[in-house]
């Protein structure tokens, strides 16, 4: 019997979602992570809001609001309910629109990329390291 070949890594992009309650002062907590692998398909968001640190920079944050942004953030990925006429459109078209600077709370980080064999697993992995 022969061992099945390893799964051959992809080539993937992600970057932070991160939580910017007072935009004058810059400071920010990482709340999520937004993750593309074009040769699989897959455009996922993991999130994970810590309010406790999210009050610690500004203690009248409006953690619902974020809450609510970071899974509309989810919801465009999955191309679920919520994701409105985007969800008709391809995953790197989402995640592009996703990655693009904006003046908000929630604002994405800059787009770095990396290689996996399971983008999923990368997912969660980062999500653990840089958010968590």
């Known amino acids: 019997m022969t061992a099945a070949a390893p799964t051959p890594r ?13 935009i004058e002062r810059g400071e920010h907590i990482n709340a999520g992570v937004l993750v593309y692998c074009r040769p699989r398909g897959f455009l996922a968001a993991h999130v994970h809001l810590d309010p406790a640190r999210l ?4 203690p009248t ?12 953030a989810q ?3 999955s ?8 969800a008709a459109d391809d995953a790197g078209r989402r995640f592009r629109w996703l990655t693009a600077p904006r003046s908000t709370v ?3 980080g800059p787009v770095h990329t990396g290689l996996t064999a399971d983008p999923a697993a990368e997912a969660e992995r980062l999500l653990e390291l840089l958010v968590r």
């Not at 992600?14 to 309650?21: F, G, Q």
């Not at 944050?61 to 509309?72: M, S």
């Not at 191309?79 to 985007?86: C, E, H, V």
Request: proline share 7%.
């Open 10 to 22: 992809a080539v993937f992009e992600y970057a932070l979602l991160r939580v910017v309650p007072r």
């Open 55 to 58: 009050r610690a920079l500004d």
């Open 61 to 72: 944050a409006d953690v619902a609001g974020v809450r609510a942004a970071l899974g509309a």
């Open 75 to 77: 919801a465009l990925c």
């Open 79 to 86: 191309g679920g309910p919520g994701a409105g006429q985007a």
């Open 106 to 108: 929630v604002q994405p």
